[in-house]
């Protein structure tokens, strides 16, 4: 692993570390401190990943114009502010307002993080370094709540002053994304397109099983950990099961490069995993079932990212890498919305349970379709003579 490589893998490290740090427990303080409703939990993750629906692409087009460490470290910036902004929130409004910019920081941290890692790498041991930088992202969203439990249950320390902590530790990741921009440079200049757009059409049943897993995981994160809290879960309890969420994610991330073998079938068994953690989760009543839940969800929604990377990328002109990678992450704004803004308000006039019964549902017709069209969920291999 090469210098720019580890340096990446830094990054997504700090950076996860801040959001395992205040994302589990930014829904409890929206409720219980804010006097947030459901509906209005959901329209907070919404305003969080609606800017992810749009920014990407065009993220995308300067990834092939623009030094992508530069990208990266604006991200760190905007991201780092909008955090420690949450510490003087007073009202819902306020609350998604800064996280619309996180959504906008969101979209300068990950892309760019993929186009360096792209370029980094070969056809061979692109998934492998892809889900190395995804596994160190997820290792620090697992340490994250554990710095969380020690800081509100051993410091005894208020919401607020987590919030300016995981601001400050977030921070530190400009550094590293200057140290990476001193290896970028750009010795020509792309010109803008959309054409991106349309290479991305040529992919339906990826953007299908994407969409699913993307909604389903925006839920996950915007909503879920109120719901466990209604469930008797304390603030350690959510930390704690979050942690757990986190290894499930970054054991399956290890093992990505065996997985990428089996691309098809593994992300069927991923559908399938996510759609029986969300049917667990509306059954369970203690701390262990909730643990399966997360642990079955965290292996569906980690081994998504890199496989439905790799199947685009292979089968698409790594000139516009960046574009591509832009596209891709735009179709994770549309989930990441979709998610929250449908089931806060179902929560709120259906019940707690019945976002993650109807997502099991719709998770059971995407998997027939995955069975179907497996042939389609197959990467371009490379040809050996």
Known sequence: MNRTLILVNITGLVIGISYGLHGPILPVFAKNVIGASYSELGFIGLANFI????????????????NNGYLLALGASINSASIYL??????????????????????????????IISKESTEKDRVRN?????????????????????????????????????????????????????????????????????????????????IFCTSSFGIILSIYPAFLNDNGMSDTDILLLYFLFGVSRVISLAMAGKFSRKTSQTLIAATIAISLG?????????????GIALVLMGFGFSIFFPLTLEIILSKTRKNISGKIIGAYETVFGIGWALGPSIGGPITQTLGEDVPYMIFFIIGCAVTVLAVSTRKKLEPQRIQRI
């Open 86 to 115: 949450l510490s003087i929130a007073q009202s819902v409004p306020e609350i998604m307002g800064f996280r619309i910019m996180t959504g906008i920081a969101h979209a300068f941290f990950w892309p760019p993080c993929e186009s």
């Open 51 to 66: 800017p992810y629906m749009f920014i990407p692409v065009f993220v995308g087009i300067l990834l092939d114009r623009f």
């Open 278 to 290: 969300l049917a667990v989760s509306v059954v369970s009543d203690s701390i262990i079932t909730f």
């Open 130 to 210: 892809i889900s190395w930088f995804t596994m160190f992202f997820v290792l620090g969203f697992m340490i994250g709540p554990l710095l969380g439990t020690v800081f509100l249950e051993g410091l005894d320390i208020t919401y607020r002053i987590l919030f300016q902590i995981t601001a400050f530790i977030l921070s530190t990741a400009i550094v590293s994304a200057l140290l990476v921009s001193r290896k970028d440079q750009k010795d020509h200049h792309e010109r803008f397109s959309l054409s991106s757009l349309k290479e991305m059409k040529k992919f339906p049943e990826v953007i299908i099983l994407l």
